[in-house]
């Protein structure tokens, strides 16, 4: 009776627990999240707007902003919406740079790519960190590596910088939004780019200021640029 006693304490205590849930994990494929989590996190296959990718209540292609003032990149697509255990997996990637989860990551946006993609392009470019913290671990970088191998699409890791320090964009107004980023961004070859197609890879959309800035760059070159991104806000 100790011993058995002893073996649920060890096996309690000691036993990997799911990062989003704290469920001990069980099953050998469950690695850093639990299956159950996993299961939870799906595409979201809801009508959504033809350019920015925004859900649609109400019949038609396009939402009432990109009728009046539509972004300049062609269309952004994303995952889901972000909420629930998408969201709290993002965070999870991104903040606690836990590298065992780009395989995780990037399985999603192959498959939405494929669903709701599926055309070429010359390359994959990732958007440089935008919360004005200098990282060791790139995390959009590090999942466009996986991309640009699984997809067969070639990467362009550096040429998109980030050159001005800025404030989080998360809490700010739209116009404050838009003067935190001006100047940000640099292309360091915008000839490599010139007339190309671009899949433009950022985490989160929530106003999409920070890609329709990378975007904006681009179009100068007249490159052709779709935003693939994980989760974007309602």
């Not at 959504?48 to 859900?55: A, S």
């Not at 494929?114 to 440089?128: A, H, L, T, W």
Request: with cysteine; hydrophobic share 35%; net charge positive.
């Amino acid at each position: 009776m100790i011993a058995d006693l002893l073996s649920i304490v060890k096996i309690s205590i000691f036993q990997p627990r799911c990062k989003l849930c704290d469920n001990i994990l069980v099953s050998r494929d469950e690695k850093i999240i639990c299956n159950e989590c996993k299961s939870k996190i799906r595409i979201n296959l809801e009508p959504v707007c033809k350019k920015c990718g925004k859900l649609l209540h109400i019949d038609g292609n396009l939402c009432g902003e990109c009728l009046i003032n539509p972004p300049i990149f062609r269309k952004h697509i994303s995952y889901s919406i972000y909420e629930g255990e998408i969201r709290d997996l993002i965070l999870l990637y991104k903040y606690l740079e836990i590298e065992k989860l780009k395989k995780l990551i990037a399985s999603y946006y192959i498959e939405l790519f494929y669903k709701k993609v599926d055309e070429e392009f010359d390359f994959i470019i990732p958007v440089p960190s935008d919360d004005g913290r200098k990282r060791e671990y790139d995390h959009i970088l590090e999942v466009s590596k996986t991309l640009s191998k699984e997809l067969g699409i070639k990467i362009s890791p550096y040429n998109l910088t980030k050159i001005k320090r800025t404030l989080p964009q998360a809490g700010l107004s739209m116009r404050k939004r838009l003067n935190n980023l001006n100047g940000a961004f640099k292309l360091n070859d915008p000839v490599e780019i010139s007339k190309k197609k671009i899949l433009l890879i950022d985490d989160v959309y929530t106003t999409g200021t920070t890609v329709k800035k990378c975007a904006k760059l681009m179009k100068r070159e007249k490159a052709d640029v779709v935003v693939l991104t994980l989760a974007r806000s309602t």
